[in-house]
T-cell receptor, first 110, second 117 residues
Framework: DTEVTQTPKHLVMGMTNKKSLKCEQHMGHRAMYWYKQKAKKPPELMFVYSYEKLSINESVPSRFSPECPNSSLLNLHLHALQPEDSALYLC?????????FGSGTQLSVL | AQKVTQAQTEISVVEKEDVTLDCVYETRDTTYYLFWYKQPPSGELVFLIRRNSFDEQNEISGRYSWNFQKSTSSFNFTITASQVVDSAVYFCALSEALGAGSYQLTFGKGTKLSVIP
């Protein structure tokens, strides 16, 4: 299994909603990542988990809250988002320097 | 600081033409890794190739080939006999070790390739 699976594929939410994005991998990778990608831009790193501990937070607003319940799962909890947070959210895991990406969650905030 | 430059924003070619996507990078590290990823409209970033800084051999995989030149800090990607399925955004990226087994990718801005039938 060489896949990173993300759910849901699409999400529409209001600014007062609370939702979660989920990411799962079964490749035994111990580093997992959240990236944000705006339209026509490259992905930007948000968070890095290494051995289930948050190691990097790239100055992301607190309305985004990551969680790593175990070595295979990575969640991104969303609360009180703004319309400018609409983007493609990509999860990745890595074996050494090679990152494997999921197909992303396309998020629209109304 | 690391930097990746993809000067070509968009390229259009007619099917069966060859096309080269340019990538120039900057890094102070002596050991580093370069990547190319493909992003079709579906959104997933598909890994194409990884090259470490000590291996300057060119690589060919089917219709894809890569030319790594350390002297000019370039890592160019050529598609031979392009097909409509090659239409996508292609990202060149440079890897930096963050520690504890994690890595950060610095992406170029991407090149959108459109292959016209």
């Amino acid at each position: 299994d060489t896949e990173v699976t993300q759910t849901p594929k699409h999400l529409v939410m209001g600014m007062t909603n609370k939702k979660s994005l989920k990411c799962e991998q079964h490749m035994g990778h111990r580093a997992m990542y959240w990236y944000k990608q705006k339209a026509k831009k490259p992905p930007e790193l948000m968070f890095v988990y290494s051995y289930e501990k948050l190691s990097i937070n790239e100055s992301v607003p607190s309305r985004f809250s990551p969680e790593c319940p175990n070595s295979s799962l990575l969640n991104l909890h969303l609360h009180a988002l703004q319309p400018e947070d609409s983007a493609l959210y990509l999860c990745a895991s890595s074996q050494a320097e090679k990152l494997f990406f999921g197909s992303g969650t396309q998020l629209s905030v109304l | 600081a690391q930097k990746v430059t993809q000067a070509q924003t968009e390229i259009s070619v007619v099917e069966k033409e060859d096309v080269t996507l340019d990538c120039v990078y900057e890094t102070r590290d002596t050991t580093y890794y370069l990547f190319w990823y493909k992003q079709p409209p579906s959104g997933e970033l598909v890994f194409l190739i990884r090259r470490n800084s000590f291996d300057e051999q060119n690589e060919i995989s089917g219709r894809y080939s890569w030319n790594f030149q350390k002297s000019t800090s370039s890592f160019n990607f050529t598609i031979t006999a392009s097909q409509v399925v090659d239409s996508a955004v292609y990202f060149c990226a440079l890897s930096e070790a963050l520690g504890a087994g994690s890595y950060q990718l610095t992406f170029g801005k991407g090149t959108k390739l459109s292959v016209i039938p």
